[in-house]
C-alpha cells in the first residue's frame, strides 16, 4: 500500500468540502453548515496559513487533514490537527493509521505535541485516536440554553 500526501489547492475545495459534510455527519456534529458554507469555510483556512493535506493511494483520495502549526500557552510549539477524514468506502484497512504515520514521518516535528479533539458523539473517533497513540487530556462540558 503506497500512500502519500499532497497539499491542497483550491481545485480541490469542491471534494473538500464534501468530505467536510461527512465528518460532521459521522462525528455526529451539531454544526448545520450547508456544503456550500463548509466551501467558504475551507477556502478561508487554506488562504489563512492553514495546511490541508490529501491522503492518496495511486490517483485515489482516500481523505485529509486540516491542521495548523501553533503556539500553546507556555509558548511551545504544537500541531492543531482539526479534521483528520477517511471516505467511509475506505475505512477499516489501515489507512487512516497509515495516513496519520505519513504526517508524523514528513510534515510534522517529532518534538511537536498534537492536539486532536473528538466530540464525545463519536465513539469510533476515539478508539481511532487512542490506538494511535493519542490519550484524553481533558474534557469540555457544554450547557445548552
Known amino acids: ?5 499532497r497539499q491542497a489547492d483550491a481545485s480541490d475545495l469542491p471534494l473538500l468540502s464534501r468530505m467536510n459534510r461527512q465528518l460532521i455527519e459521522d462525528e ?10 463548509l466551501l467558504v469555510r475551507m477556502k478561508g483556512w487554506l ?3 492553514w495546511q490541508i493535506d490529501l491522503l492518496l493511494r495511486d490517483t485515489t483520495v482516500l ?9 500553546n500557552e507556555r509558548g511551545k510549539e504544537e500541531v492543531y490537527l482539526r479534521q483528520y477524514f477517511i471516505e467511509r468506502k475506505h475505512r477499516g484497512r489501515g489507512y487512516g493509521q497509515a495516513g ?4 508524523l514521518e514528513t510534515r510534522w516535528d517529532p518534538g511537536h505535541t498534537i492536539v486532536v479533539e473528538v466530540l464525545e458523539t463519536n465513539p469510533a473517533g476515539h478508539r481511532f485516536w487512542q490506538r494511535v497513540g493519542f490519550a484524553p487530556y481533558s474534557t469540555t462540558l457544554t450547557r445548552n440554553g
Open 1 to 5: 500500500m503506497k500512500l502519500f500526501l
Open 28 to 37: 455526529g456534529s451539531t454544526n448545520p453548515m450547508s456544503t456550500e458554507e
Open 47 to 49: 488562504q489563512s496559513g
Open 63 to 71: 481523505g485529509y487533514a486540516l491542521y495548523q502549526l501553533r503556539r
Open 100 to 103: 496519520i504515520a505519513l504526517l
